[in-house]
């Protein structure tokens, strides 16, 4: 499978000014995510006080984009983000910005993040990629796509290592997946599909695909 062409995202550091920004105020740069990563870190988030929570978010900001407008893209964090804005609408969380655009508006905003390849134009089922311009405008417009929440559990299960710095690493691996045979299962009921998938993503056939570990745990 080819993949296309990105500019690793930077990470946060003392050339990059961090800022609170409203979660609410932050416009997604894909088209779906996995259900069961939201549940889980919302069970997490439930445990947190205000305090830990502020603080861990300032250990976790987002990458942004913005525009002449002060218009801002979010390149990461999508599941943890929208987890807090179900809890809380009015959340916010912290920042830094990573690329600048001079237009003012929606398409120069979305043109220049596709040419960086930070945008997933891929529909929940898979289909794509989408025209940038029918990306939604809010978190909350974001679809469940099963095999992005199966392959948050073979990394959480330690399958396959993680990507901070790819963009969609994880979609990258569902891409993959969707082209292997697998029994029924979604978001809720991972459950039939992941001995399948542990060893398909194991196998020297995905080799290819960055953070894969083989065999070895």
Same mark, same amino acid.
Request: with cysteine; aromatic share 8%.
């Given at each position: @499978? &080819?993949?296309?062409?990105?500019?690793?995202?930077?990470?946060?550091? /003392?050339? #990059? +000014?961090?800022?609170?920004?409203?979660?609410? +105020?932050? &416009?997604?740069?894909? @088209?779906?995510?996995?259900?069961?990563?939201?549940?889980?870190?919302?069970?997490?988030?439930? %445990?947190? /006080?205000?305090?830990?929570?502020?603080?861990?978010?300032? *250990? $976790?900001?987002?990458?942004?984009?913005?525009?002449?407008?002060?218009?801002?893209?979010?390149?990461?964090?999508? #599941?943890?983000?929208?987890?807090?804005?179900?809890?809380?609408?009015?959340?916010?969380?912290?920042?830094?910005?990573? =690329?600048?655009?001079?237009?003012?508006?929606?398409?120069?905003?979305?043109?220049?993040?596709? $040419?960086? *390849?930070?945008?997933?134009?891929?529909?929940?089922? *898979?289909?794509?990629? $989408?025209?940038? @311009?029918?990306? !939604?405008?809010?978190?909350?417009?974001?679809? +469940?796509? !099963?095999?992005?929440?199966?392959?948050?559990?073979?990394?959480?299960?330690?399958?396959? $290592? !993680?990507?901070?710095?790819? !963009?969609?690493?994880?979609?990258?691996?569902?891409?993959?997946?969707? %082209?292997?045979?697998?029994?029924?299962?979604?978001?809720?009921?991972?459950?039939?599909?992941?001995?399948? =998938?542990?060893?398909?993503?194991?196998?020297? =056939?995905?080799?290819?695909? =960055?953070?894969?570990? *083989? #065999?070895?745990?």
């Amino acid at each position: @499978m &080819q993949l296309p062409q990105y500019d690793s995202i930077p990470d946060h550091d /003392s050339d #990059h +000014d961090l800022f609170e920004v409203r979660v609410n +105020d932050l &416009q997604p740069t894909q @088209m779906c995510i996995g259900l069961s990563e939201v549940w889980s870190r919302q069970q997490d988030f439930h %445990t947190q /006080s205000p305090k830990d929570q502020r603080r861990y978010l300032r *250990g $976790k900001p987002v990458p942004l984009v913005r525009n002449r407008l002060g218009q801002l893209w979010m390149v990461d964090r999508h #599941h943890r983000l929208r987890a807090l804005l179900e809890l809380d609408p009015s959340v916010a969380c912290f920042g830094y910005v990573i =690329a600048e655009i001079e237009g003012e508006s929606r398409e120069s905003a979305l043109e220049a993040l596709q $040419k960086r *390849g930070w945008l997933y134009l891929f529909d929940a089922r *898979g289909n794509g990629p $989408k025209p940038a @311009m029918e990306l !939604p405008q809010s978190l909350l417009g974001l679809q +469940d796509d !099963p095999y992005r929440s199966l392959v948050w559990k073979l990394k959480k299960e330690g399958v396959i $290592k !993680p990507q901070p710095l790819i !963009p969609y690493h994880e979609f990258r691996w569902g891409r993959w997946l969707r %082209t292997r045979p697998l029994p029924p299962f979604s978001s809720a009921r991972l459950g039939p599909a992941l001995p399948a =998938a542990r060893c398909l993503a194991r196998s020297e =056939a995905a080799s290819h695909l =960055a953070g894969w570990k *083989g #065999h070895a745990n």
